[in-house]
């Protein structure tokens, strides 16, 4: 099978993603012509590196490139500015030069951590995206933002700063928990309800296979939300406008993944799918669109395995409304003090709103914790 390309037209800081099977033990063939010496960091983390660390390393020695590794400690705990300091500190003693690159070879937070790293290291190095995760695949490695943690919500201190090359091998899927897998898929549901809802119909035919590991739909569906991302972050890299729209479901995420300590009780994109299908309740309740949309969409999720409905949270039962909102008010999209949310006219037709009244956000969510209670 061939590998598909997807170009992201940034001008002179355009870049392909490269998606395929067996694309790790080929990745010195894409990787050496962009690098001014032969060698590079490879950044990981425990469980990547007992996986796959050994493949890549002879795929770079097959061309020649001599590489040095940085082996980090798994989990979100990364993104602190504690793990910044290690990371830094440790490339800044492999004496790393401002034209090397370092490439990530992980999730999406070895990813949003090297990208941050390389954004100030040396006033800006280039890095390489290798992502491991569904969901690093299909979002986080593409459009360049990177970032860490702050006490006061997730990604708060980052820097938009493009990769010169993304490599998505779609067989290193067939490693991950399947939980994990779930969770990146809400992020490949999502691009079909923000704007191609042939997409979500193929999803709705195709997921269950997708999932279970069907090679070739899974490059087609890495390779389709890759091309959207694509399309989307050459027309608006630093979210000026239609960007915001890939955050569909990430208000209401964000809050549940606060509410839940970001931690095992509800991955990032579990908490996508949750909000995906709170954000088509709450336009319905506004009248936006068709009533009959969220529960569609919640059985599709709830078929793959994803939590859809607040009940299906861990603790669910122990949320209050206030508490939900209060995180929300952190949100980056926050706006003159106002939430802005993603809604939707329909599948495939999302939009932002910055007018939605708290009251309704505050009613639909206090509906559906009675339900959990
Ligand atoms: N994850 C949303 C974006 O990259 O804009």
Known sequence: ????????????????????????????EHVAPLLH???????????????????????????????????LPPGESQKSYAGFERLCEALLALKVERRDHVIALG?????????????????????????????AQVDSSVGGKTAINSRQGKNLI??????????????????????????GYAEVVKYGLIGDAPFFGWLEENGAKLLVGDRALRTEAVAHACAHKARVV??????????????LGHTFGHALEAETGYSQRLLHGEGVAVGMALAFRLSAQLGLCDAA????????????????????????????AEHLVAHMQQDKKVRDGRLVFILAAAI????QRDDVPPAAVAALLGEQLAAAA
Do not use: W
Not at 165 to 174: E, N, R, S, W, Y
């Open 293 to 320: 949309l969220a529960p569609r969409i919640e059985r599709h999720l709830a078929a793959a395995g994803l939590p859809a409905r607040l009940a299906d949270v861990d603790g669910a039962g122990g949320f209050t």
């Open 234 to 247: 050459a027309a608006d890299e630093r979210e000026q406008g239609e960007r915001a729209l890939l955050n």
């Open 1 to 28: 099978m061939t590998d598909r390309i997807v170009k992201v037209a940034l001008g002179d800081r355009a870049y392909d993603i490269r998606v395929g099977g067996g694309l790790l033990a080929r990745a010195g």
């Open 107 to 135: 999730g999406g937070v070895i990813g949003d951590l090297v990208g941050f790293a390389a954004s100030v290291l040396r006033r800006g190095m280039d890095f390489i995206q290798i992502p491991t995760s569904l969901l």
């Open 37 to 71: 010496r032969r060698f590079a960091v490879v950044v990981t983390d425990e469980n990547v590196a007992a996986r796959h660390l050994d493949t890549l390393k002879r795929a770079l020695a097959l061309q020649n490139v001599g590489c040095e590794t940085v082996i």
């Open 348 to 351: 495939g037709q999302a939009m």
């Open 158 to 183: 980052g820097a938009f700063h493009q990769p010169r090359l993304v490599l998505a091998d779609v067989d290193l899927l067939d490693t991950l928990p399947p939980r994990e897998l779930r969770a």
